[in-house]
């Protein structure tokens, strides 16, 4: 491979270096003013205007598919979509850091540089072409996270979380690099495009390459959370600083998600062989569904229980892929994949914003006991969290029901239709745990006394937003599935 | 509207509501001027894409089967809102926002073309009630809710994935993805006689699944006692009178015409849980201490009967089946504002706790007997035309299953009338006795509650053509037309 730079390599990684920028500036005033904190503002709103920048860069080279550092990084419009779902994952992130009392504090500058330096590894994940890109953006992204893990002021759990999530994920990127080995073994390449080439008849002639191509998957399945490898999210989720879990929730797995949709689309498990690894797959997705969402029935704590939530819908988006990623009808799966990811970004963001603006007035973790009279106390957050509760529920017409009708859709189409029903019973469990909390705000009368504080106006509006989109972006859905519809059909065909 | 009610000042809410609620009444009135009873074709049709790529549309429109129950929905809210004047004293604005998106949910689900969109409204109905139940229910109100939310859910999601299936159906079969109920009409879907897995059988299934829980038909009932009781008067008053109805009328709407072959088939299974489930009601019915309960018990036998009419798939059961929703709707929705209304003044619902109420409350008490009367069907109200026509047809489609059906009418008046009994005349009862001196009688509001209902009663008793000549069309074609039924869109 040769190494050359010319400017549309520059052009397609400019969102990641506006990105960069964004994080560098913050540290450098603070490591010139003699490494005094600055005013929390300045790094906010740095960070915040090389987002935008990013997401301006994104924006403008909508439409055009390019690839950069010799077929490396592929910028087309699926990466689009994803680019921007972790643009506006990553402002929301950083409103609630600002706003959290853990992170605000001493090392705000630091945090800063970290998140946004996650997020490059994110997008770089999810444009990757090329496997040991892909690895790359992985390392940069999970590094980062470790320590943004471990940055709260509840020193144990943060802790402990962090130094869990660090073992557990450097496991699952030794088994993916050692995947990747594998699969270079035996295509003798490490480019999406020419593995393409190769995929269908590899999978069945060579072991080397199947092996491979598990190991690889394993790793992939760890970062979003899939039965058997799920068992670190809630553990993790519960101890981060509830910022860092609503980014870590929903950018993680839209970054990985997004790059696990491309690896699909290369129609490489339509192979004899492959056949095994699919009804696995399926199995795993059932198995996902029922864990998370039997598991999210006897939490206390909603941390936890959104955690557990969230393994659920990893089910529910890896129905989605299987059906994406058998050949035929596979176009509804992809694009029920993309809007599911899209839905659940905007559901799990709002939601852990409504826990966010909690704790910052309360000394211990949020419990369902504390959400009791939340409708009298606080109208405005009751609504905007029972609006996203229904829509992780799947009640139409919010954004939630639409995703899930999608992925279902593409099961039938795919004749998994016991995998559709799977799904259904998941959904049916799921509701209990989502209408408990609405029970607590509406139905049950407060054990707190009345309090005076105001939610902080910047998760207050991110919250209030994210509840209004659900709503909105649910009734006016035919423009996305059309936009995605046809973004998908672009790449993958 | 519920953005009107919810932006006027406290102390405005419920005239607000009311006169809204009134408004929409008589605009839904103009539906006798614009509406063409001659023909079966749908009309007033609304039409326009929603989500092309899926054929999702916004589809709405009115026949002669829907047409009652849309003016069922819209004469009840007004009622409703009356009833609700005194007990609801908590979160009032809350409340009628609620009612608002109820009926709206309500309407939607009666006047949707569309699958999807009654898919939509059918689920969204549930958010508002299951606020009404759970915010001004009674002591076990959050159990009851969360009951009666699962369980519906269930059922119909379910139903969605079959949706799903159907719209799939329409692109193989007719080239484009469409999710109208005009479009899953002209299907032939793949049945296999005597064979439990073959597609039809199987969604079959799956919406009568989901439209059996909301009848709610035996053995799937039993969410309803327990949301009937623990519901406030104005909830108990809607989801007697029209949301039960959406079960039976997702019935007529989708599954017999939908899948003809597989209902045929399984008719006899669907006349036989009819059957038990008339004699079931009745009998838990009569054994109930509480009045509430056993008027929710009472539910599940009307209900029963409207079943056992549809199943018949002849003329005479589907017209009573039709009829018998709106009796239904009418005489329950009355026993419920009557038990209401003792219980605002006694807080008591239970039986033991009343007796010789006649001598304090006369004007109550005739309210009351009337409503009886058109509940255990009496000759000349309403109740007796639909039973009668439903017995009829369910004779010609099983002589033993309709023979039995006619022990569950004398058992219906058994338990009706006892309660009657125990309630209003023998020795005075202790709660009577404590209340003497206070008015137990109605007051003006309450009558004028109370007029409408009964003069409905009289009049659909004697007049039946009145009401049944704007369906007979539309039915005439159903039952017709049962195994290739379409229906065009009219102008």
Same mark, same amino acid.
């Given at each position: 491979?040769?190494?050359?730079?010319?400017?549309?390599?520059?052009?397609?990684?400019?969102?990641?270096?506006?990105?960069?920028?964004?994080?560098?500036?913050?540290?450098?005033?603070?490591?010139?003013?003699?490494?005094?904190?600055?005013?929390?503002?300045?790094?906010?709103?740095?960070?915040?205007?090389?987002?935008?920048?990013?997401?301006? &860069?994104?924006?403008?080279?909508?439409?055009?598919?390019?690839?950069?550092?010799?077929?490396?990084?592929?910028?087309?419009?699926?990466?689009?979509?994803?680019?921007?779902?972790?643009?506006?994952?990553?402002?929301?992130g950083?409103?609630?850091?600002?706003?959290?009392?853990s992170?605000?504090?001493?090392?705000?500058?630091?945090?800063?540089?970290?998140?946004?330096?996650a997020?490059?590894?994110?997008?770089?994940?999810?444009?990757?072409?090329?496997?040991?890109?892909?690895?790359?953006?992985?390392?940069?992204m999970s590094l980062c996270l470790y320590v943004l893990i471990a940055l709260s002021?509840e020193e144990k759990l943060s802790k402990e979380a962090a130094f869990k999530y660090f073992i557990l994920g450097s496991f699952a990127s030794?088994?993916?690099?050692?995947?990747?080995?594998?699969?270079?073994?035996?295509?003798?390449?490490?480019?999406?495009?020419?593995?393409?080439?190769?995929?269908?008849?590899?999978?069945?002639?060579?072991?080397?390459?199947?092996?491979?191509?598990?190991?690889?998957?394993?790793?992939?399945l760890f970062k979003f959370s899939i039965f058997?490898f799920h068992s670190w999210t809630p553990d993790v989720y519960q101890g981060s600083p509830t910022p860092i879990t609503s980014y870590m929730a929903t950018g993680v797995k839209?970054?990985t998600?997004?790059?696990?949709?491309?690896?699909?689309?290369?129609?490489?498990?339509?192979?004899?062989?492959?056949?095994?690894?699919?009804?696995?797959?399926?199995?795993?997705?059932?198995?996902?569904?029922?864990?998370g969402?039997?598991g999210a029935?006897?939490q206390?704590s909603l941390k936890r229980m959104l955690a557990y939530s969230g393994i659920?819908?990893s089910?529910?988006?890896?129905?989605?892929?299987?059906?994406?990623?058998?050949?035929?009808?596979?176009?509804?799966?992809?694009?029920?994949?993309?809007?599911?990811?899209?839905?659940?970004?905007?559901?799990t963001?709002?939601?852990f914003?409504?826990l966010?603006?909690?704790?910052?007035?309360?000394?211990?973790e949020?419990?369902?006991?504390?959400?009791?009279?939340?409708?009298?106390?606080?109208?405005?957050?009751?609504?905007?969290?029972?609006?996203?509760?229904?829509?992780?529920?799947?009640?139409?017409?919010?954004?939630?029901?639409?995703?899930?009708?999608?992925?279902?859709?593409?099961?039938?189409?795919?004749?998994?239709?016991?995998?559709?029903?799977?799904?259904?019973?998941?959904?049916?469990?799921?509701?209990?745990?989502?209408?408990?909390?609405?029970?607590?705000?509406?139905?049950?009368?407060?054990?707190?006394?009345?309090?005076?504080?105001?939610?902080?106006?910047?998760?207050?509006?991110?919250?209030?937003?994210?509840?209004?989109?659900?709503?909105?972006?649910?009734?006016?859905?035919?423009?996305?599935?059309?936009?995605?519809?046809?973004?998908?059909?672009?790449?993958?065909? | 509207?519920?953005?009107?009610?919810?932006?006027?000042?406290?102390?405005?809410?419920?005239?607000?509501?009311?006169?809204?609620?009134?408004?929409?009444?008589?605009?839904?009135?103009?539906?006798?001027?614009?509406?063409?009873?001659?023909?079966?074709?749908?009309?007033?049709?609304?039409?326009?894409?929603?989500?092309?790529?899926?054929?999702?549309?916004?589809?709405?429109?009115?026949?002669?089967?829907?047409?009652?129950?849309?003016?069922?929905?819209?004469?009840?809210?007004?009622?409703?809102?009356?009833?609700?004047?005194?007990?609801?004293?908590?979160?009032?604005?809350?409340?009628?926002?609620?009612?608002?998106?109820?009926?709206?949910?309500?309407?939607?689900?009666?006047?949707?073309?569309?699958?999807?969109?009654?898919?939509?409204?059918?689920?969204?109905? &549930?958010?508002?009630?299951?606020?009404?139940?759970?915010?001004?229910?009674?002591?076990?109100?959050?159990?009851?809710?969360?009951?009666?939310?699962?369980?519906?859910?269930?059922?119909?999601?379910?139903?969605?994935?079959?949706?799903?299936?159907?719209?799939?159906?329409?692109?193989?079969?007719?080239?484009?993805?469409?999710?109208?109920?005009?479009?899953?009409?002209?299907?032939?879907?793949?049945?296999?006689?005597?064979?439990?897995?073959?597609?039809?059988?199987?969604?079959?299934?799956?919406?009568?699944?989901?439209?059996?829980?909301?009848?709610?038909?035996?053995?799937?009932?039993?969410?309803?006692?327990?949301?009937?009781?623990?519901?406030?008067?104005?909830?108990?008053?809607?989801?007697?009178?029209?949301?039960?109805?959406?079960?039976?009328?997702?019935?007529?709407?989708?599954?017999?015409?939908?899948?003809?072959?597989?209902?045929?088939?399984?008719?006899?299974?669907?006349?036989?849980?009819?059957?038990?489930?008339?004699?079931?009601?009745?009998?838990?019915?009569?054994?109930?201490?509480?009045?509430?309960?056993?008027?929710?018990?009472?539910?599940?036998?009307?209900?029963?009967?409207?079943?056992?009419?549809?199943?018949?798939?002849?003329?005479?059961?589907?017209?009573?089946?039709?009829?018998?929703?709106?009796?239904?709707?009418?005489?329950?929705?009355?026993?419920?504002?009557?038990?209401?209304?003792?219980?605002?003044?006694?807080?008591?619902?239970?039986?033991?706790?009343?007796?010789?109420?006649?001598?304090?409350?006369?004007?109550?008490?005739?309210?009351?007997?009337?409503?009886?009367?058109?509940?255990?069907?009496?000759?000349?109200?309403?109740?007796?035309?639909?039973?009668?026509?439903?017995?009829?047809?369910?004779?010609?489609?099983?002589?033993?299953?309709?023979?039995?059906?006619?022990?569950?009418?004398?058992?219906?008046?058994?338990?009706?009338?006892?309660?009657? @009994?125990?309630?209003?005349?023998?020795?005075?009862?202790?709660?009577?006795? @404590?209340?003497?001196?206070?008015?137990?009688?109605?007051?003006?509001?309450?009558?004028?509650?109370?007029?409408?209902?009964?003069?409905?009663?009289?009049?659909?008793?004697?007049?039946?053509?009145?009401?049944?000549?704007?369906?007979?069309?539309?039915?005439?074609?159903?039952?017709?037309?049962?195994?290739?039924?379409?229906?065009?869109?009219?102008?």
């Amino acid at each position: 491979m040769q190494i050359s730079l010319d400017l549309v390599d520059l052009l397609v990684v400019s969102p990641a270096i506006a990105l960069f920028l964004g994080g560098l500036f913050p540290i450098m005033i603070k490591a010139f003013s003699r490494n005094k904190e600055p005013n929390s503002f300045v790094p906010y709103g740095i960070a915040v205007v090389g987002t935008l920048a990013a997401l301006a &860069l994104v924006a403008g080279n909508w439409g055009i598919q390019r690839e950069a550092f010799s077929g490396a990084l592929v910028f087309d419009s699926i990466s689009a979509i994803v680019s921007i779902l972790i643009l506006i994952v990553t402002l929301a992130g950083l409103s609630y850091l600002k706003e959290s009392p853990s992170t605000q504090r001493l090392q705000f500058s630091e945090i800063v540089f970290l998140t946004m330096n996650a997020s490059i590894g994110m997008l770089i994940f999810a444009w990757s072409n090329d496997l040991i890109v892909t690895f790359i953006g992985i390392e940069l992204m999970s590094l980062c996270l470790y320590v943004l893990i471990a940055l709260s002021e509840e020193e144990k759990l943060s802790k402990e979380a962090a130094f869990k999530y660090f073992i557990l994920g450097s496991f699952a990127s030794a088994v993916l690099l050692y995947g990747i080995s594998f699969i270079y073994g035996g295509a003798g390449t490490t480019s999406l495009p020419e593995i393409k080439e190769l995929g269908v008849n590899l999978i069945t002639t060579n072991r080397m390459f199947l092996i491979g191509v598990i190991m690889f998957f394993s790793g992939l399945l760890f970062k979003f959370s899939i039965f058997p490898f799920h068992s670190w999210t809630p553990d993790v989720y519960q101890g981060s600083p509830t910022p860092i879990t609503s980014y870590m929730a929903t950018g993680v797995k839209a970054a990985t998600v997004f790059f696990t949709l491309r690896w699909m689309s290369l129609d490489i498990l339509t192979g004899e062989r492959a056949f095994p690894f699919v009804d696995v797959l399926q199995w795993l997705a059932v198995l996902t569904i029922l864990i998370g969402n039997v598991g999210a029935l006897r939490q206390k704590s909603l941390k936890r229980m959104l955690a557990y939530s969230g393994i659920g819908h990893s089910g529910y988006v890896l129905i989605g892929l299987i059906a994406a990623g058998i050949g035929g009808q596979n176009l509804v799966g992809a694009t029920g994949v993309v809007y599911y990811l899209f839905a659940y970004t905007f559901m799990t963001l709002g939601s852990f914003g409504v826990l966010a603006a909690l704790e910052r007035h309360s000394d211990h973790e949020i419990v369902l006991d504390d959400l009791k009279g939340l409708a009298k106390r606080k109208p405005v957050l009751a609504i905007s969290f029972s609006v996203l509760l229904l829509s992780l529920a799947g009640i139409p017409p919010t954004v939630g029901f639409f995703g899930k009708f999608l992925v279902l859709a593409a099961a039938i189409k795919q004749d998994l239709n016991w995998l559709a029903l799977w799904g259904v019973i998941g959904s049916v469990i799921s509701v209990y745990y989502y209408l408990r909390p609405i029970v607590a705000m509406y139905m049950e009368e407060s054990i707190l006394k009345e309090e005076s504080w105001i939610p902080r106006p910047m998760t207050q509006f991110a919250v209030s937003l994210m509840a209004l989109m659900v709503i909105g972006f649910g009734i006016t859905s035919e423009s996305f599935f059309a936009q995605f519809f046809q973004s998908i059909l672009e790449v993958f065909s | 509207m519920a953005v009107v009610v919810g932006s006027v000042p406290k102390s405005w809410v419920r005239p607000t509501a009311l006169g809204l609620s009134i408004l929409h009444f008589a605009y839904s009135l103009l539906l006798f001027r614009h509406f063409d009873p001659a023909t079966a074709n749908l009309q007033l049709v609304e039409q326009s894409s929603w989500i092309p790529t899926l054929g999702i549309q916004y589809f709405l429109g009115v026949d002669g089967i829907s047409f009652w129950l849309v003016i069922l929905s819209t004469f009840l809210i007004p009622f409703t809102i009356l009833a609700s004047w005194k007990s609801i004293e908590d979160r009032v604005r809350f409340f009628h926002v609620n009612l608002f998106l109820l009926s709206t949910a309500m309407l939607g689900t009666f006047l949707a073309l569309d699958a999807i969109l009654f898919y939509v409204f059918f689920e969204a109905s &549930l958010i508002p009630m299951y606020f009404m139940i759970g915010v001004w229910g009674g002591k076990r109100k959050l159990y009851a809710t969360m009951k009666f939310f699962i369980y519906t859910m269930a059922g119909s999601l379910l139903m969605l994935l079959a949706i799903i299936g159907l719209i799939f159906l329409t692109q193989e079969q007719l080239g484009t993805l469409s999710a109208s109920i005009l479009d899953f009409y002209k299907l032939s879907i793949p049945f296999v006689g005597g064979q439990l897995i073959s597609t039809q059988t199987l969604m079959f299934f799956a919406f009568s699944l989901a439209f059996a829980i909301k009848v709610p038909m035996f053995p799937v009932h039993t969410w309803l006692p327990d949301a009937h009781v623990e519901a406030p008067t104005p909830g108990s008053v809607i989801l007697a009178a029209v949301m039960l109805k959406m079960g039976t009328y997702g019935f007529m709407r989708f599954v017999l015409p939908i899948f003809p072959e597989a209902a045929q088939y399984f008719s006899w299974l669907f006349l036989l849980l009819a059957v038990v489930g008339i004699i079931y009601g009745a009998l838990v019915a009569m054994v109930q201490t509480d009045i509430k309960k056993l008027v929710a018990y009472s539910s599940v036998s009307h209900m029963g009967y409207v079943m056992l009419g549809l199943f018949a798939f002849n003329i005479y059961g589907t017209t009573g089946g039709l009829y018998q929703m709106l009796n239904h709707g009418i005489s329950t929705g009355a026993l419920f504002i009557l038990v209401g209304m003792i219980y605002e003044r006694t807080h008591s619902r239970e039986i033991k706790d009343y007796g010789g109420l006649a001598k304090v409350a006369p004007w109550f008490t005739i309210a009351f007997m009337i409503v009886t009367f058109s509940s255990i069907a009496v000759p000349l109200t309403n109740g007796f035309i639909g039973e009668f026509l439903i017995l009829l047809g369910g004779f010609q489609a099983h002589r033993v299953l309709g023979g039995v059906a006619v022990l569950g009418v004398v058992l219906g008046a058994a338990y009706m009338l006892w309660m009657v @009994k125990r309630v209003f005349f023998g020795e005075e009862g202790r709660i009577v006795t @404590k209340y003497k001196d206070m008015k137990l009688d109605l007051n003006l509001r309450e009558v004028v509650i109370l007029v409408p209902f009964v003069v409905l009663i009289f009049w659909m008793g004697l007049f039946p053509n009145h009401f049944l000549s704007y369906s007979k069309t539309s039915l005439d074609h159903f039952v017709n037309n049962m195994s290739n039924y379409e229906l065009q869109v009219g102008q």
